[in-house]
């Protein structure tokens, strides 16, 4: 029996599928919903100052067919004043005891104030605080959000401010648009907080209009940069993740988000350090139903592979995160084609010929079918040439045709670190060339 | 005809003869260009007999550039949108389409052409190539088909003079009178004339060589001559009662459906379709589609040597078409009309010099076939009368002999290509052979 049930900085759920802050949590309507759907957790909607909202407030990046590989918003927080949400704060906890209700907050940047929200927002017996740090558009211009995320010190002050007064659990959600993203991390540890959110969304323009040369979406010609979230930034939130979750300084508990769309996302995550997943632009796309596989996809995984608790796997795979000069310059591969299995698509070949190390021959081939004859051309690799850049792997289209083939026995290793300490410094290209010699490297 | 069969109403007409294989909607249609791999040197490519870079105009599509997507297809074939429906892709570009090989549907490349060339006829066929200057030779090409168009098309562009003479009403050949409406309409055909008319190439329908014009004026009219005549009178059946009122032509029979005037058309109630090539198949569909109730193809082979494709098959048995396979027409019974068909059954002898096994009668097999139509589709002769004006033309089992790659006949001012080159194979072949004539031509005028 696999258990699905975390604890993030002390915020317990059921599961570790957490709605984030953002539409679908607008409302007790929608988390009660949500929750009778089997969702572990929700991150209220932002509550905090007055706002008003534009129209056409979403814009998506669509892909070779693909609908919303990206979703960027120019929404604001909670258009719905505080004490309606607090209300349905406090009724949803009420009717969900078992689930993880957290109330995501942004107010203006002065203690009394924050103290006033955190206070009022622990009356509602919900089960923690989220601090949004991140948001990159409409309330940054007003010294919130990614304002307040972009800059350590107010992080670290106003964290402070709530962990001063709060009994509840404290996370920092941290903003991507910053050069490093420990600085924000250490800010929040430095503020007591009990855990860290991220990514927020990314600054992003979706896109011009080819016909009415305005930015999309547009509203009413005017448009500007929005936060971008979904498929396309999952990559670029498991890199933040990972580093916070590896920086000794920190040592936090992670709820991570960022393009989760399926129990594969969210379990690379945990992977990377994450204890919660949260969830946003999927749900945006298919409704909360989404979560039944969710949660039935990573317990099978899990069962699989014998893993019995979310403790089993989390960080599992941070050892394995390397600097590049720490990489073993002798681990050589070279990329094999399985003739029996390509399709001739020849896509290997053009990769490899404009844009790799022209190592894939085509040779014509004769090809029995059905008592026909025809020539095909077969893409051949020339083992001696390949670098093994895994180029052609990428494009192939027939899964387990090219296969990345490991040719050296593991005897020697040598890092460019290692080797920077064995060559005379500076490094000369002939020195280079003499190792790369001796190891059989040839670079063509 | 003795029982005609009961005309239909003009919404199960419009029904009937509804196309095939719909249009792609514009989100379909990217949708499926979006699936393609993008192969390179691709293998649809190849199989295309006019290789057009298929990869490459699919892209267009996913692109939204459904001009630039055309301009790829014309630049390899004149009649794009002709071989767009009336291709069998499942034997060419479909069927060398390297989903295939992972045991997925192809592209449907036939439709995606389609796409692209309905847009562009749409959008009132911009123009996307300009001609040369012109170079001062002129070139007579004998038959608006699909190669005499290609030929055409492919000449006007590069500096010539030319004029198409066309014995019908209607320039076109069989894309325009002999596919059948749920493949293609008539104005398909009409739009891909009017497109090589832009080139300036002039078109003198009602013309027939050697009546209305006389070899000899063209000869002296013209630096070169393309011949493009296709095949002409059907084979004869050669049996008794053949002269009956009610036995007809199969492309003549096509002929008349593909003017829509279904109404018009009389179909027997019971009808026998001599032949199982693609043309007998169309016509057998189409007699059904009109209101036959009962449609027998009469064939002297077994469905395994039957010529025609699998999925004509297909359609025809789908639609409630007999086949009477080892059976031959002995000779057709009427005073006048057709009352009924001698038929006899046949065994698979020895096989004969194309390596099919000869079908020999059963001896007192006869049996009656009672049927009201007699529709022939046993091939076409080579228009071997007009042939033979033409002096010094070499022709082969009726074939005219060409140059492989200059399309030049034995007579050096006249080329040739197309069905009356190959003995009747597609409409894609023919278009290959009108462009590749038309550079063979270019190379001979020129001394190239």
Same mark, same amino acid.
């Given at each position: 029996?696999?258990?699905? #049930?975390?604890? @993030?900085?002390?915020?317990?759920?059921?599961?570790?599928?957490?709605? !984030?802050?953002?539409?679908?949590?607008? #409302?007790?309507?929608?988390?009660?919903?949500?929750?009778? $759907?089997?969702?572990?957790?929700?991150?209220?909607?932002?509550?905090?100052?007055?706002?008003?909202?534009?129209?056409?407030?979403?814009?998506?990046?669509?892909?070779? *067919?693909?609908?919303?590989?990206?979703?960027?918003?120019?929404?604001?927080?909670?258009?719905?004043?505080?004490? =309606?949400?607090?209300?349905?704060? $406090?009724?949803?906890?009420?009717?969900?005891?078992?689930?993880? %209700?957290?109330?995501?907050?942004?107010?203006? #940047?002065?203690?009394?104030?924050?103290? +006033?929200?955190?206070?009022?927002?622990?009356?509602?017996? @919900? +089960? *923690?605080?989220?601090?949004?740090?991140? @948001? /990159?558009?409409?309330?940054?211009?007003?010294?919130?959000?990614? $304002?307040?995320?972009? %800059?350590?010190?107010? @992080?670290?002050?106003?964290?402070?401010? %709530?962990?001063? %007064? #709060?009994?509840?659990?404290?996370?920092?959600?941290?903003?991507?648009?910053?050069?490093?993203?420990?600085?924000?991390?250490?800010? $929040?540890?430095?503020?007591?907080?009990?855990? &860290?959110?991220?990514?927020?969304?990314?600054? =992003? &323009?979706?896109?011009?209009?080819?016909? =009415?040369?305005?930015?999309?979406?547009?509203?009413? *010609?005017?448009?500007?940069?929005?936060?971008? !979230?979904? /498929?396309?930034?999952?990559?670029?939130?498991?890199?933040?993740?990972?580093?916070?979750?590896? +920086?000794?300084?920190?040592?936090?508990?992670?709820? !991570?988000?960022? *393009?989760?769309?399926?129990?594969?996302?969210a379990a690379e995550f945990i992977l990377l350090g994450a204890t919660s997943v949260q969830v946003c632009t999927a749900v945006m796309h298919y409704g909360f139903r989404i979560i039944d596989d969710m949660v039935e996809g990573l317990t099978n995984w899990m069962e699989e592979k014998g893993y019995r608790s979310l403790d089993d796997i989390r960080g599992k795979s941070l050892k394995c995160i390397a600097d590049f000069g720490d990489l073993n310059l002798l681990y050589k591969t070279t990329a094999r084609i399985d003739e029996s299995k390509c399709i001739q698509c020849n896509l290997c070949y053009i990769a490899c010929e404009d844009s790799a190390h022209q190592c894939i021959d085509i040779n014509p081939k004769e090809k029995h079918n059905n008592g026909s004859v025809l020539t095909i051309n077969q893409p051949k690799i020339r083992e001696d040439d390949c670098v093994g850049c895994r180029l052609c792997f990428i494009v192939c289209p027939v899964e387990g045709c090219i296969s990345m083939v490991r040719k050296d026995d593991g005897s020697v290793t040598m890092t460019w670190n290692e080797l920077m300490k064995q060559l005379p410094q500076p490094v000369t290209w002939e020195a280079l060339r003499q190792f790369q010699a001796k190891h059989g490297i040839e670079i063509h | 005809m003795k029982n005609a069969a009961l005309k239909l109403s003009p919404s199960e007409y419009e029904q009937n003869f509804a196309e095939l294989h719909p249009a792609f909607t514009p989100n379909s249609a990217v949708a499926e260009a979006n699936r393609c791999l993008y192969c390179f040197d691709s293998r649809c490519m190849k199989a295309c007999p006019t290789h057009i870079d298929i990869s490459t105009f699919i892209k267009k599509i996913a692109t939204g550039n459904l001009k630039g997507s055309a301009k790829t297809i014309l630049e390899s074939n004149w009649v794009a949108l002709t071989c767009a429906k009336a291709c069998p892709v499942d034997v060419l570009c479909e069927g060398a389409c390297v989903y295939n090989e992972r045991g997925e549907e192809p592209i449907q490349i036939g439709r995606l052409q389609r796409f692209a060339m309905d847009r562009y006829f749409e959008q009132g066929m911009p123009p996307l190539f300009t001609p040369e200057p012109k170079n001062g030779k002129s070139v007579g090409i004998i038959g608006a088909g699909p190669a005499g168009l290609a030929c055409g098309a492919e000449l006007a562009l590069m500096g010539y003079d030319v004029t198409i003479y066309e014995a019908k009403e209607k320039a076109g050949g069989l894309d325009t009178w002999g596919i059948a409406p749920y493949k293609m309409m008539q104005r398909d055909s009409l739009n891909e004339v009017k497109l090589v008319e832009s080139f300036g190439v002039a078109i003198k329908t009602k013309t027939r060589v050697g009546k209305e014009i006389s070899i000899e004026e063209l000869q002296k009219k013209h630096n070169a001559i393309f011949v493009g005549v296709g095949l002409a009178s059907p084979t004869r059946l050669g049996i008794p009662g053949e002269q009956l009122a009610g036995v007809v032509d199969a492309l003549d029979f096509i002929d008349d459906v593909t003017t829509r005037k279904w109404k018009s058309i009389d179909v027997g109630k019971w009808v026998a379709v001599i032949g199982a090539g693609n043309t007998a198949i169309d016509a057998a569909t189409e007699a059904k589609r009109l209101g036959a109730e009962q449609v027998y193809m009469i064939y002297r082979r077994s469905e395994k040597e039957m010529p025609a494709y699998e999925f004509e098959f297909e359609l025809a048995q789908n639609d409630g078409v007999q086949f009477m396979f080892q059976t031959a027409p002995k000779r057709v019974i009427g005073k006048k009309h057709v009352e009924a068909l001698e038929c006899i059954r046949m065994k698979l002898g020895a096989p004969d010099k194309d390596g099919r096994r000869k079908p020999v009668p059963v001896p007192r097999s006869e049996f009656k076939l009672p049927v009201d139509m007699v529709i022939k589709s046993v091939g076409q002769n080579i228009e071997d009368s007009f042939l033979s004006q033409i002096p010094n033309l070499k022709t082969k089992n009726g074939m005219v002999v060409v140059n492989t790659k200059t399309y030049q006949t034995t007579n050096p001012k006249y080329f040739a290509g197309g069905d009356c080159i190959n003995g009747g194979k597609e409409v894609v072949n023919a278009a290959y052979d009108g462009k590749q004539a038309a550079h063979g031509i270019d190379r001979c005028l020129f001394s190239k």
């Amino acid at each position: 029996m696999v258990d699905l #049930s975390i604890n @993030c900085g002390g915020i317990r759920s059921p599961n570790p599928f957490w709605l !984030a802050s953002a539409p679908p949590t607008n #409302s007790a309507y929608q988390v009660c919903k949500a929750f009778e $759907a089997g969702w572990g957790g929700a991150v209220w909607k932002t509550i905090g100052e007055p706002v008003m909202n534009v129209f056409n407030r979403y814009g998506a990046v669509d892909y070779n *067919g693909q609908k919303i590989l990206g979703l960027n918003n120019i929404e604001l927080i909670s258009d719905r004043p505080i004490e =309606t949400n607090l209300k349905e704060i $406090a009724e949803t906890k009420k009717l969900w005891p078992d689930r993880a %209700v957290i109330a995501s907050l942004m107010v203006e #940047s002065k203690r009394e104030t924050w103290h +006033d929200i955190v206070k009022r927002t622990i009356d509602t017996g @919900c +089960d *923690g605080i989220e601090l949004n740090y991140g @948001c /990159p558009h409409g309330m940054s211009e007003r010294g919130m959000g990614a $304002a307040v995320g972009q %800059v350590p010190e107010y @992080c670290a002050m106003i964290t402070e401010w %709530v962990t001063e %007064v #709060s009994t509840i659990p404290v996370l920092v959600k941290l903003t991507p648009n910053v050069g490093d993203i420990r600085f924000p991390g250490r800010a $929040a540890k430095k503020g007591k907080a009990n855990g &860290i959110s991220l990514i927020n969304t990314i600054n =992003t &323009i979706m896109g011009v209009n080819l016909d =009415t040369l305005e930015l999309q979406p547009s509203v009413g *010609g005017k448009g500007g940069h929005g936060g971008y !979230a979904g /498929p396309a930034v999952k990559p670029i939130a498991l890199n933040m993740v990972s580093q916070i979750a590896i +920086d000794p300084e920190i040592k936090l508990p992670i709820s !991570a988000m960022g *393009g989760v769309s399926t129990w594969r996302d969210a379990a690379e995550f945990i992977l990377l350090g994450a204890t919660s997943v949260q969830v946003c632009t999927a749900v945006m796309h298919y409704g909360f139903r989404i979560i039944d596989d969710m949660v039935e996809g990573l317990t099978n995984w899990m069962e699989e592979k014998g893993y019995r608790s979310l403790d089993d796997i989390r960080g599992k795979s941070l050892k394995c995160i390397a600097d590049f000069g720490d990489l073993n310059l002798l681990y050589k591969t070279t990329a094999r084609i399985d003739e029996s299995k390509c399709i001739q698509c020849n896509l290997c070949y053009i990769a490899c010929e404009d844009s790799a190390h022209q190592c894939i021959d085509i040779n014509p081939k004769e090809k029995h079918n059905n008592g026909s004859v025809l020539t095909i051309n077969q893409p051949k690799i020339r083992e001696d040439d390949c670098v093994g850049c895994r180029l052609c792997f990428i494009v192939c289209p027939v899964e387990g045709c090219i296969s990345m083939v490991r040719k050296d026995d593991g005897s020697v290793t040598m890092t460019w670190n290692e080797l920077m300490k064995q060559l005379p410094q500076p490094v000369t290209w002939e020195a280079l060339r003499q190792f790369q010699a001796k190891h059989g490297i040839e670079i063509h | 005809m003795k029982n005609a069969a009961l005309k239909l109403s003009p919404s199960e007409y419009e029904q009937n003869f509804a196309e095939l294989h719909p249009a792609f909607t514009p989100n379909s249609a990217v949708a499926e260009a979006n699936r393609c791999l993008y192969c390179f040197d691709s293998r649809c490519m190849k199989a295309c007999p006019t290789h057009i870079d298929i990869s490459t105009f699919i892209k267009k599509i996913a692109t939204g550039n459904l001009k630039g997507s055309a301009k790829t297809i014309l630049e390899s074939n004149w009649v794009a949108l002709t071989c767009a429906k009336a291709c069998p892709v499942d034997v060419l570009c479909e069927g060398a389409c390297v989903y295939n090989e992972r045991g997925e549907e192809p592209i449907q490349i036939g439709r995606l052409q389609r796409f692209a060339m309905d847009r562009y006829f749409e959008q009132g066929m911009p123009p996307l190539f300009t001609p040369e200057p012109k170079n001062g030779k002129s070139v007579g090409i004998i038959g608006a088909g699909p190669a005499g168009l290609a030929c055409g098309a492919e000449l006007a562009l590069m500096g010539y003079d030319v004029t198409i003479y066309e014995a019908k009403e209607k320039a076109g050949g069989l894309d325009t009178w002999g596919i059948a409406p749920y493949k293609m309409m008539q104005r398909d055909s009409l739009n891909e004339v009017k497109l090589v008319e832009s080139f300036g190439v002039a078109i003198k329908t009602k013309t027939r060589v050697g009546k209305e014009i006389s070899i000899e004026e063209l000869q002296k009219k013209h630096n070169a001559i393309f011949v493009g005549v296709g095949l002409a009178s059907p084979t004869r059946l050669g049996i008794p009662g053949e002269q009956l009122a009610g036995v007809v032509d199969a492309l003549d029979f096509i002929d008349d459906v593909t003017t829509r005037k279904w109404k018009s058309i009389d179909v027997g109630k019971w009808v026998a379709v001599i032949g199982a090539g693609n043309t007998a198949i169309d016509a057998a569909t189409e007699a059904k589609r009109l209101g036959a109730e009962q449609v027998y193809m009469i064939y002297r082979r077994s469905e395994k040597e039957m010529p025609a494709y699998e999925f004509e098959f297909e359609l025809a048995q789908n639609d409630g078409v007999q086949f009477m396979f080892q059976t031959a027409p002995k000779r057709v019974i009427g005073k006048k009309h057709v009352e009924a068909l001698e038929c006899i059954r046949m065994k698979l002898g020895a096989p004969d010099k194309d390596g099919r096994r000869k079908p020999v009668p059963v001896p007192r097999s006869e049996f009656k076939l009672p049927v009201d139509m007699v529709i022939k589709s046993v091939g076409q002769n080579i228009e071997d009368s007009f042939l033979s004006q033409i002096p010094n033309l070499k022709t082969k089992n009726g074939m005219v002999v060409v140059n492989t790659k200059t399309y030049q006949t034995t007579n050096p001012k006249y080329f040739a290509g197309g069905d009356c080159i190959n003995g009747g194979k597609e409409v894609v072949n023919a278009a290959y052979d009108g462009k590749q004539a038309a550079h063979g031509i270019d190379r001979c005028l020129f001394s190239k």
